[in-house]
C-alpha cells in the first residue's frame, strides 16, 4: 500500500517526483524518500521518517538533481517505519536503486539464500532482496539492466509494482507489474511511471494501464514492453480526461469536506448519464455483460471489503427488494477462503471497489472466474485491474479520492448500486415502467436533499463539539439503513479514533446494551419507513439505561425528539432511497469530532487509500 512513481527525460527529475509524491501521499506516510541519477552519472538520495514535509525539508536543505530517478511513500509492512526500512533501496554496491508497492512474500528464504552468498542486508523489508538478486544476476552474465529484473521476477512471489534504475545504465528507467497497480505516462522525449495516475496526470494525459505480468524499459528515446517472458505486448495509450482542478481542494480545509460536498453534483451527473430521457428506466453504456446472460443469473455475490463493503450490503437489501434473486454479501477477505457454494456460469459476482485495485477484492475476481461465474465491477477508476478482469463495468464516476477516508465514493457506488437494481428487475420482469420511474423520481431528489442537509452543517459542528470527548459509541439502524450504522461508526472509527460500532439495532439487547451508561453516545438512524417503530423501542431501551441518544430524524418527526438528547432532522425519504441521504449528517459528524479531537483527517494513522496487500 505504498506509492512509487519515476521519471526518465530532460528535465529535472526531482520536482516531478515530489509532486507526484504529494499526490501519493495517501497510499502511506510513515516514510518517503527520492533517488536520483545525476548529471555526472552519481546517484544521490535522500530519506525522511514520518510524513512527506519531512522529505520536503530534507531536499531543500539539501538538494539533489537529475534527469533519472526514483521516489517512494511508505505504508508500512515489513519492518517498522526507519531511514533503514524506507525506499528506496540499493544492492550491495549501491548501484541498483528499487521501489516497491506490494509484499514479496518468499523474501525471507531469498535473503537467507543471499546473505550466504555473501550479500549485506541494510534493512528488514522484503523489497531489499529485489536489488541483490538484480546484482546477483547481473554478476552472473545477465546482458543488461533488464535482462537482470527479468531474472529478478522469476524468484520472487508475491505482488509487487516495481521502478528500478541502474547507474551503469544512465539512460534506462524499468518499471514491472504483478499484482500491484503501475500507470505509465508518455510525454514528448519523456516517460513517467506511478502508482497512481494522478501523480503524473499535471505532466502528461497519456497513460498506459500496466497490466500484470508487464515489463516496460523506457530510455530517453522510446521505450518497449514485454511479458515476463520477454514476448513483445503492445501497450494501449489512453487519455486522462477529468481535470487536474478535481486534486485541489477548492478552498475547503480538507479533502474530505471538499469530498463530502461533492457528492450531490456527483449524484446528478450520474443520473444524467444513465437514466433513460422518458425517465422510466436505466441505460449502461460502459459494461458488456449482455441481457442474456443476466436473464440466466440464478444468484448474485457482492465481494468488497471497507466501505464498499458496506455499500454492498445495502445493495444486498436493494436487490432482495426489488427482485426474486438470492444475494450474498460477502467480505472479499473471507470470500475465497470459505469455500462459497453456487459459484457457476449462472453466478453474478459485483465486485465493489473505489480504485479496483484492491487486492482482496481481485482475488475474490480470479477465484470466482475460476469457477466460471460473470464479474460486474463497480468501480471508480477507469482502467484499474478490477475493471480489466471484470465481464463488465459500472463506472461511479466520482473522480479522483483523495481522502483515505471514504465519502464520495461510498454514495457513488451506493446509486450505481441502485441503477444496476432497477436495471436488472425491469429486465427480470419485476419492476414495472411505473415502479422504476417512481424510484428515478426518488433518486433524482437526493441531491436536492443533500444540499438541505450541508445547510445545516453548523448544527452538526456543535453536535460534535458536545460528543467529541465520548470514549465510545454506538451507531444503530435497521434494515436498508443498517449498513449505513456501520460506515457511521467506520468513519468515526477512522478519522478521530473514537471507538465506534455499529449494530442492527434489534441486536443490542442480545449483549452490547451492557455497556450503556449515561456516558454513552448512541446514534441512531430513526427516519420513517417499515421499521421505524421498532427502532422508537429500540431507542426507548437505549433512554432507559440513561444512553445519550442522537437521533437521524425526517423533518417533522414528533415522536423522536421526545425521547432522543440530540436529534439532526434530515429531509423525508423513500426508505428505500433513505440511505443516500441519511448518510451525510454520519459523514459530517465524524468529519467535525475528528477536527475537534485535532485529528489528520485526510490521512488519519495506520491507514491508506487503496489497499494493494492482502
Not at 538478486?133 to 543488461?144: F, K, Q
Not at 420511474?437 to 453536535?463: D, F, H, S, W
Request: aromatic share 8%; net charge neutral; proline share 3%.
Amino acid at each position: 500500500m505504498c506509492g512509487i512513481i519515476g521519471y526518465i527525460g530532460k528535465k529535472d527529475a526531482v520536482p516531478i517526483i515530489m509532486r507526484g509524491l504529494r499526490r501519493l501521499e495517501y497510499r502511506g506516510y510513515d516514510s518517503a524518500g527520492v533517488s536520483v541519477l545525476n548529471h555526472g552519472c552519481a546517484i544521490e538520495m535522500r530519506k525522511a521518517v514520518g510524513v512527506l514535509d519531512n522529505l520536503f525539508s530534507a531536499v531543500d536543505k539539501n538538494p539533489l538533481a537529475g534527469p533519472l530517478g526514483i521516489g517512494h511513500t511508505r505504508w508500512a509492512t515489513h519492518g517498522v517505519p526507519s531511514s533503514e526500512n524506507c525506499h528506496p533501496h540499493f544492492d550491495c554496491t549501491g548501484n541498483i536503486m528499487v521501489v516497491h508497492n506490494g509484499i514479496i512474500e518468499n523474501f525471507k528464504e531469498l535473503k537467507d539464500e543471499l546473505i550466504k552468498k555473501g550479500h549485506r542486508f541494510s534493512s528488514e523489508t522484503d523489497t531489499e532482496i529485489t536489488a541483490h538478486l538484480i546484482e546477483e544476476a547481473l554478476s552472473a552474465g545477465a546482458a543488461d539492466l533488464e535482462a537482470a529484473v527479468r531474472a529478478c521476477i522469476a524468484r520472487i512471489e508475491g505482488s509487487y509494482a516495481l521502478g528500478i534504475f541502474r547507474k551503469d545504465e544512465p539512460h534506462t528507467l524499468i518499471g514491472v507489474r504483478q499484482g500491484s497497480p503501475l500507470v505509465v505516462g508518455i510525454g514528448k522525449d519523456e516517460y513517467f511511471i506511478s502508482s497512481d495516475v494522478s501523480a503524473i496526470v499535471e505532466s502528461t494525459r497519456q497513460i498506459i494501464y500496466l497490466d500484470d505480468g508487464e515489463i516496460i524499459t523506457m530510455k530517453t528515446g522510446g521505450y518497449h514492453i514485454t511479458d515476463f517472458k520477454g514476448n513483445k505486448v503492445k501497450g494501449v495509450v489512453k487519455k486522462v480526461t477529468w481535470d487536474v482542478e478535481a486534486l485541489d481542494k477548492a478552498g475547503f480545509e480538507k479533502y474530505m469536506l471538499k469530498e463530502i460536498h461533492e457528492q450531490p453534483n456527483i449524484i446528478r451527473q450520474n443520473l444524467r448519464m444513465r437514466v433513460t430521457k422518458d425517465k422510466k428506466g436505466v441505460a449502461f453504456d460502459d459494461f458488456t455483460i449482455s441481457d442474456d446472460v443476466l436473464k440466466k443469473i440464478s444468484k448474485i455475490y457482492i465481494v468488497s471489503c471497507g466501505t464498499a463493503y458496506y455499500a454492498g450490503f445495502t445493495g444486498k437489501y436493494l436487490m432482495e427488494h426489488f427482485t426474486s434473486l438470492p444475494v450474498e454479501i460477502d467480505l472479499a477477505s473471507e470470500f475465497r477462503y470459505r469455500k462459497p457454494k453456487l459459484l457457476n456460469e449462472n453466478t453474478l459476482i459485483i465486485a465493489v471497489s473505489q480504485s479496483g485495485e484492491t487486492a482482496d477484492t481481485l482475488a475474490s475476481v480470479y477465484e470466482a472466474k475460476g469457477k466460471g461465474c460473470k464479474v460486474l465491477a463497480i468501480c471508480n477508476v477507469v482502467g484499474s485491474t478490477l475493471t480489466r478482469e471484470s465481464d463488465g463495468t459500472i463506472y461511479i464516476n466520482a473522480g479522483p479520492e483523495i481522502s483515505v477516508a471514504s465519502t464520495k465514493a461510498y454514495t457513488g457506488q451506493l446509486l450505481s448500486i441502485y441503477l444496476f437494481t432497477i436495471y436488472l428487475a425491469k429486465l427480470k420482469g419485476e419492476m414495472t415502467a411505473a415502479a422504476a420511474a417512481a424510484l428515478i423520481k426518488e433518486l433524482e431528489a437526493v441531491p436536492n436533499k443533500m444540499e438541505k442537509i450541508m445547510r445545516g452543517e453548523q448544527e452538526i459542528i456543535e453536535i460534535a463539539k458536545k460528543y467529541c470527548k465520548a470514549k465510545s459509541a454506538f451507531y444503530l439502524g435497521r434494515g436498508f439503513n443498517y449498513p449505513n450504522a456501520l460506515e457511521g461508526a467506520l468513519k468515526n472509527k477512522e478519522i478521530s479514533y473514537m471507538h465506534a460500532e455499529g449494530y442492527a439495532a434489534g441486536e443490542m439487547k442480545h449483549g452490547p446494551i451492557a455497556l450503556i451508561d449515561e456516558n454513552f453516545p448512541v446514534v441512531c438512524i430513526a427516519t420513517k419507513g417499515s421499521t421505524y417503530d421498532k427502532m422508537i423501542s429500540n431507542m426507548k431501551e437505549v433512554e432507559a439505561r440513561k444512553g445519550r441518544i442522537i437521533a437521524i430524524s425526517s423533518n417533522g418527526d414528533k415522536n423522536v425528539p421526545q425521547i432522543a438528547e440530540t436529534v439532526i432532522s434530515v429531509p423525508e425519504t423513500a426508505e428505500e432511497v433513505s440511505p443516500l441521504v441519511n448518510i451525510m449528517p454520519l459523514q459530517l459528524l465524524a468529519y467535525y469530532i475528528a477536527q475537534y479531537k485535532g485529528c489528520d483527517i485526510d490521512k488519519p494513522r495506520n491507514l491508506a487509500k487503496s489497499v494493494t496487500v492482502e
